[in-house]
């Protein structure tokens, strides 16, 4: 499972499918099939949740497939006093829906990979 996260994190932002290709000739046959519902769709917000911090970055790289399952979290107090924002924003994160449910799995990225 955590392989097949990883590779969803790398996918999520490359733009290259040989990249992808490569990555996801890794996976084991049930990595594979995690993979290819979360492809296709199949699986909820609950159940993986990629969370992106950012300040006024372009995250359009993110992919059509995945936004269903995106959360953009803005932490723009200064944008010249942005660095390193983005662990407070995970944290946030966390403790804002730890009572109500966190998805089963979360990535978290930069707003900027």
């Known amino acids: 499972m955590l392989k097949a996260l990883a590779i969803l994190s790398l996918v999520v932002r490359t733009h290259s499918t040989s990249f992808a290709e490569e990555n996801l000739a890794a996976l084991s046959a049930p990595q594979f099939a995690l993979f290819s519902r979360i492809e296709a769709g199949d699986v909820s917000k ?34 010249a006093a942005n660095r390193g924002r983005e ?23 930069q707003g900027h990979a």
């Open 87 to 109: 662990s407070g924003a995970y944290l946030e994160h966390i403790v804002t829906h730890y009572d109500d449910g966190l998805a089963e799995w979360t990535v978290f990225s």
């Open 46 to 79: 609950s159940q993986i949740e990629i969370v992106l911090a950012e300040c006024h970055d372009d995250v359009g790289w993110i992919r059509p497939e995945y936004a269903p399952l995106s959360t953009v979290m803005r932490r723009c107090d200064d944008a």
